[in-house]
């Protein structure tokens, strides 16, 4: 208890040499996403009030301190990953019209980069902007047109936005006229979207089935508690050292496996 204190009031002079940089960092791109505005030593100090937390309610029920700690260093993150992917598959919907903004500018005689750069500030959503901004910003810097939406494809950990700009990197390299740049984008912006209309079938059949999952998972500790406190020799194991350091850590580590193993292959599925 007094190690997390003690982390937790150095951390602010800790900073510069403990907390990686943004691009180091795991939890960096995440944050980028979510949109997080202060420095990263101050989500390090957040995450060590999780610890605290933790360890508070570990030492309340009788959870082992060390598992109380994991679960506090695990939780900011966790929390954050679930928000980026929610904001995530906003962005889906956001960089469809981005692709079609650009489409249309394409038609009325425009050139690509200024067709990217309309449709870039039309967009209002961050995720789907950054990396077609990254690219113009690289061809603002004296890089060929192509070359730049290769770096900035490379660079990106969204497969949809990658396929974006490979294909415009090809269309660029090929010297496509408008109107038939025009045509490639369209192309683009049809599979995009035929790939949101496939992830929301797939999530609307699959919701009864997320939500069957949770309950489930629910009743587990639901009727471990009933049991507990119906059955004293039950509780009296439970209270134990091996139920607080095996049987109830064990049995909390499969609740979280199949219902991380449950929503991987749903959002498996949507990819």
């Known amino acids: 208890m007094w190690l997390a204190v003690t982390a937790l009031l150095l951390a602010p002079h800790l900073r510069t040499a403990l907390v990686p940089t943004t691009g180091s960092h795991p939890d960096g791109r995440v944050l980028a996403d979510l949109g997080w505005p202060r420095p990263l030593w101050q989500w390090e100090l957040l995450r060590g009030a999780a610890v605290i937390a933790a360890l508070a309610v570990g030492r309340a029920i009788g959870l082992p301190e060390p598992i109380a700690i994991i679960a506090g260093v695990v939780a900011p993150s966790v929390a954050a990953r679930l928000r980026a992917e929610t904001a995530s598959r906003r962005s889906r919907v956001a960089m469809t019209r981005l692709l079609r903004g650009a489409e249309a500018t394409l038609r009325i005689g425009g050139a690509l980069p200024e067709a990217l750069r309309r449709a870039v500030d039309a967009s209002a ?129 499969l609740e979280v496996a199949g219902l991380v193993a449950s929503r991987g292959a749903v959002n498996a599925v949507g990819r």
């Open 125 to 253: 959503d961050d995720i789907a902007r950054r990396p077609f901004a990254e690219a113009l910003r690289t061809f603002d810097l004296g890089s060929a047109l192509d070359d730049a939406l290769r770096r900035a494809a490379a660079r990106s950990r969204d497969d949809r936005a990658r396929i974006a700009l490979e294909t415009l990197a090809i269309g660029v390299t090929s010297r496509l006229a408008g109107d038939r740049a025009a045509v490639l984008l369209a192309a683009v912006a049809d599979r995009l979207a035929f790939e949101e209309r496939v992830d929301e079938e797939v999530r609307a059949r699959t919701g009864g089935l997320r939500v069957q999952v949770v309950l489930l998972a629910a009743l587990v500790p639901a009727m471990a508690l009933y049991l507990a406190i119906t059955v004293p020799s039950l509780g009296q194991t439970l209270s134990s050292p091996i139920g607080r350091l095996v049987l109830i850590p064990a049995a909390a580590a």
